[in-house]
């Protein structure tokens, strides 16, 4: 027997292992778990709320909203829509937003629509959290550059604020030439009329999808959906993770709707969520989806 054979594990000539294989271990996990987490298995948000969007997500979203507000002047709505983003000071994101476009030529005249909504906040400043007298300067100064010739013919005028108020405030008068129109072209007509019952996520779920004439998404058209008693307005463009040119409404059983786009088209009547199947003790709803197009 040699001398390492007849050493005892407490003999301190016995060789003994470091720590290194520890680190090792650690650093191979760690590599295996962000490859799973990156590239195997990511992260994947359903249904999440505005607030948490990417910050060009939230361009989009802010876009959607002025355009809306623009058609409707239902300031309410605009203003319960940007608090869904969570912004600090929303005046300042309206005003940033517009500045960016404007620096880079604003090719869908979004600075506009973003101007005029911020020049409403700026007179309702109950529905703005965090507002300061420098941030509405600052917005004042923006709104002035809009006063651009846009990219297709449609020219904006001056806007200048009215004499100084308390706490330097600024009274803005938006004063367009001509309006520019979010959704412009020829009347959409009904492409697609289906209904759908193979789906139970899709259940009283009437799906509006609308295009141009060359089947490109249609974000911010106003959707008017009338019933007895009852009318409601929505927008393509806010659910853009299936679509900019997608909206949905949620049907109640038995109701009958009447549906029409406000940029003009088909008017659809008589609209009731179908019943698929009449199997147990209540009925089977199924979907209905819509398309619209411009000739």
């Not at 990417?54 to 319960?80: G, M, P, Q, V, W």
């Not at 899709?202 to 106003?222: C, D, F, M, R």
Request: glycine content about 8%.
């Amino acid at each position: 027997m040699n001398r390492v054979d007849s050493l005892n594990p407490g003999d301190p000539n016995l060789p003994r292992k470091g720590n290194w294989y520890l680190l090792t271990g650690l650093a191979i996990g760690l590599l295996i778990g962000l490859i799973i987490s990156w590239m195997i298995a990511p992260v994947k948000y359903v249904d999440t709320v505005p607030s948490s969007l990417r910050s060009d997500f939230k361009n989009e979203f802010r876009s959607l909203i002025a355009s809306a507000f623009y058609s409707t002047d239902n300031f309410e709505r605009a203003a319960a829509r940007l608090e869904l983003l969570g912004d600090s000071d929303p005046i300042q994101a309206l005003t940033i937003q517009a500045q960016n476009l404007l620096n880079n030529g604003d090719p869908t005249n979004t600075a506009f629509l973003l101007a005029y909504l911020t020049s409403a906040l700026k007179q309702n400043t109950e529905f703005v959290p965090n507002l300061t007298s420098t941030s509405i300067e600052i917005a004042s100064e923006t709104i002035d550059k809009t006063a651009s010739p846009t990219g297709n013919g449609t020219t904006i005028t001056e806007v200048t604020p009215s004499s100084p108020q308390q706490d330097g405030i600024f009274t803005l008068t938006l004063r367009p030439s001509s309006t520019p129109s979010p959704t412009p072209g020829s009347p959409f007509i009904l492409k697609s009329n289906q209904i759908i019952c193979d789906s139970p996520q899709k259940s009283l779920l009437l799906q509006v999808e609308v295009t141009n004439s060359a089947n490109q998404p249609i974000p911010g058209t106003e959707i008017i959906i009338t019933w007895t008693g009852g009318e409601e307005h929505f927008f393509t463009g806010l659910k853009s993770e299936i679509s900019n040119g997608y909206a949905d409404y949620l049907m109640t059983p038995d109701l009958v709707y009447n549906f029409q786009l406000a940029k003009g088209g088909a008017i659809v009547s008589n609209l009731t969520a179908p019943t698929c199947s009449t199997g147990g003790e209540s009925p089977n709803w199924g979907g209905i989806r819509l398309v619209f197009q411009q000739p």
